[in-house]
């Protein structure tokens, strides 16, 4: 909750309204056991890379300072990288959605990066950019459902 609170003295100005939202995603992921990191210098947050998610010790970590206060885009990489945290631990690492659930919500900036990703992840991948793009009540109301919350 404190890290939160700062998030939303860091976000200032009509942006923070949004901080209920985040909080929410935020709370879900951890009800699945998972730790979020809001970081403003953690060592793998090089330019460019907005979050990740570290299975080694079980933590999201958001780059905050990459993110250029956009509550947004802060929104959709928290759902992601908490997405990634769902496929572990309640799918045995498998994507739930079939492709054909996938496909056509990929754009062609998505379907060109994925080709970065080792082949074994693209599917999860690919997945998780879908997902992130759920309305935040519907993704919680999921992740709920789908790990038995």
């Not at 404190?2 to 985040?22: M, Q």
């Not at 802060?74 to 309640?90: D, N, P």
């Not at 080709?115 to 950019?129: G, L, V």
Request: proline fraction near 5%; charged fraction near 25%.
């Amino acid at each position: 909750m404190k890290r939160l609170v700062l998030l939303g003295l860091l976000l200032a100005g009509p942006a923070a309204a949004f901080t209920p939202e985040l909080q929410g995603v935020e709370e879900t992921i951890e009800r699945i056991g998972t730790k979020v990191l809001w970081s403003m210098g953690y060592p793998e947050c090089r330019q460019g890379i907005l979050g990740f998610y570290r299975p080694s010790i079980d933590t999201v970590i958001i780059c905050q300072g990459n993110h250029r206060r956009n509550v947004a885009e802060l929104l959709s990489t928290l759902k992601h990288e908490g997405w990634h945290a769902v496929q572990r631990k309640c799918n045995n690492n498998r994507a739930a959605l079939r492709d054909d659930q996938i496909r056509p919500y990929l754009d062609r900036n998505d379907r060109v990066n994925l080709h970065r990703y080792h082949p074994k992840q693209q599917r999860a991948e690919a997945e998780a950019r879908v997902v992130e793009q759920i309305p935040t009540t519907a993704w919680i109301r999921g992740v709920k459902t789908y790990c038995d919350l």
